[in-house]
């Protein structure tokens, strides 16, 4: 049994594409992560009267890294997390979902 193979067509698995089946609203690069940029705004807030820079500092972040996680262009990476996590009674739970539940008592306070 051969098969054939059409170059000019883009398949997957045999199957034509279906591009205007796939959704992409969610895929853009811009502010995909403002919900946890905005929290980690409020865990600033809420724990000091500092600002970006100086709380990135504070904290050994890179201050153009930490400017990007609170605006939501990029990620906070999880072992940047945890520290605030150990710090202030977080837990990645609330940095990443937005889950309130298992928060220390001060940190309930930011949610």
């Given at each position: 049994?051969?098969?054939?193979?059409f170059?000019?067509?883009?398949?997957?698995?045999s199957?034509?594409?279906?591009?205007?089946?796939?959704?992409?609203?969610?895929?853009?690069?811009?502010?995909?992560?403002?919900?946890?940029?905005?929290?980690?705004?409020?865990?600033?807030?809420?724990?000091?009267?500092?600002?970006?820079?100086?709380w990135?500092?504070?904290?050994?972040f890179?201050?153009?890294?930490?400017?990007?996680?609170?605006?939501?262009?990029?990620?906070?990476?999880?072992?940047?997390?945890?520290?605030?996590?150990?710090?202030?009674?977080?837990?990645?739970?609330?940095?990443?979902?937005?889950?309130?539940?298992?928060?220390?008592?001060?940190?309930?306070?930011?949610?």
């Amino acid at each position: 049994m051969s098969h054939k193979v059409f170059y000019d067509k883009a398949t997957i698995c045999s199957l034509q594409k279906a591009s205007h089946l796939v959704n992409t609203s969610g895929m853009s690069s811009e502010k995909q992560y403002v919900e946890i940029g905005n929290r980690l705004r409020r865990v600033r807030e809420q724990f000091s009267e500092l600002n970006r820079r100086e709380w990135a500092e504070a904290h050994n972040f890179n201050r153009t890294q930490y400017t990007n996680w609170e605006n939501g262009t990029r990620r906070i990476p999880v072992d940047m997390a945890e520290a605030l996590c150990r710090k202030y009674g977080l837990t990645l739970d609330f940095i990443y979902l937005g889950r309130v539940d298992g928060l220390s008592e001060s940190a309930s306070k930011v949610a």
